[in-house]
C-alpha cells in the first residue's frame, strides 16, 4: 500500500481577469490538480507573469466564478496587478524585472 503522507498535495490554480470599467478584477478560472496545471499552462504559453502565493490562492478558490474579488482583498490584488504591468514594461525595456510583491493578508482583513 502505497505512503499516503508522501503523496504531493494537489495543486490550485485561480485566473483572475480585469478589464477597465469593472469595479474589480474576477475570477474566471480556478481548480485543482490537472486543471490547475492546464491553468498554469494556459497563462505561461499567453506569456502572463504566474504568482505563487497559497493563502492568497485559497482565498481566491472560495469565489465563484465570473465574480469579482472582495474587498478584502483589492489591495493584494492591485499590487500584484502593478507588479505585473511593471514586468511588461521591465521586459520591453530590457531593465531588470521586479521582485514579487508581498503578498501576505493581515489577519485584520481577513
Do not use: C, F, N
Amino acid at each position: 500500500m502505497p505512503d499516503e503522507t508522501a503523496r504531493k498535495p494537489l495543486q490550485q490554480a485561480v485566473a483572475l481577469a480585469y478589464e477597465t470599467g469593472q469595479p474589480a478584477p474576477k475570477v474566471v478560472a480556478k481548480g485543482r490538480g490537472l486543471i490547475a496545471e492546464q491553468i498554469i499552462h494556459v497563462a505561461q504559453e499567453a506569456g502572463v507573469a504566474i504568482h505563487e502565493s497559497k493563502e492568497l490562492v485559497s482565498l481566491l478558490m472560495d469565489i465563484d466564478l465570473d465574480q469579482q474579488i472582495p474587498p478584502m482583498l483589492y489591495r493584494t490584488i492591485a499590487e500584484l496587478l502593478a507588479w505585473l504591468y511593471h514586468i511588461e514594461a521591465a521586459q520591453k525595456s530590457g531593465s531588470p524585472l521586479p521582485p514579487a510583491p508581498d503578498t501576505s493578508i493581515p489577519l485584520t482583513e481577513i
